[in-house]
């Protein structure tokens, strides 16, 4: 069975610094890719996939993430953070006949 | 296009009771999962309905049911209440294969007291 693994249940930055959010996955055949966000009392928004077309993936809000087979990782980063990005992330997997299955969730912190 | 609509967005209801959520996904979505978040647990699969059967479940007791219409749209109902219950309830529609994604609702908040 496939599972996630988020390193680090809170992180914080200063604006304007690097976000780097840690996520390792656990998966017989290469799975497909997930992060999402999610803002106090909402639910979760698709920041961005990876579903094998590229490894290096863009999302929304300047997010990124790279899929490196060899590592079993899939790390969010944003060059530069905003107060705005404050949120849960969440990495999850999925493989085709399966449930999506989500890692424990990362707070971001963002300081002015 | 409209989003995924869940209904109510917050219920309280009292230790023993049952109660019904319901999950309306975005059109042309066949696909309907449901998870439960709580602060200790984390998001947790409770169910996925796709075309109206039971693809797949978790790891949740009987009395989490579920079920799909032919439109779609889906009903989770949790049967005595118990306090341990109290959580978001968040369902996500998908057209239904690995690669496509899921799309979430804002989520129902349950509170059983």
């Known amino acids: 069975a496939q599972s996630v693994t988020q390193l680090g249940s809170h992180v914080s930055v200063s604006e304007g610094a690097l976000v780097l959010l840690r996520c390792n996955y656990s998966s017989s055949v290469p799975p497909y890719l997930f992060w999402y966000v999610q803002y106090p009392n909402q639910g979760l928004q698709l920041l961005l996939k990876?579903?094998?077309?590229?490894?290096l993936v863009k999302g929304i809000n300047g997010f990124e993430a790279e899929f490196k087979k060899s590592e079993t990782s899939f790390h969010l980063t944003k060059p530069s953070a905003h107060m705005s990005d404050a949120a849960e992330y969440f990495c999850?997997?999925?493989?085709?006949?399966?449930?999506?299955?989500f890692g424990k969730g990362t707070t971001l912190s963002v300081s002015s | 296009k409209a989003g995924v609509t869940q209904t109510p967005r917050y219920l309280i209801k009292t230790r023993g009771q049952q109660v019904t959520l319901s999950c309306s996904p975005i059109s042309g979505h066949r696909s309907v999962s449901w998870y439960q978040q709580t602060p200790g647990q984390g998001l947790q699969f409770l169910f996925e309905?796709?075309?109206?059967?039971?693809?797949n479940k978790g790891n949740f007791p009987g009395r989490f049911s579920g079920r799909q219409f032919s439109n779609s749209r889906s009903e989770m109902n949790v049967s005595t209440l118990e306090l341990g219950d109290s959580a978001l309830y968040l369902c996500a529609s998908s057209l239904g294969r690995a690669g496509y994604g899921y799309t979430f609702g804002s989520g129902t908040r349950l509170t059983v007291v």
């Open positions: 999850a997997v999925i493989k085709a006949g399966t449930a999506l299955i």
């Open positions: 990876y579903t094998s077309a590229a490894t």
């Open positions: 309905y796709f075309s109206e059967t039971q693809r």
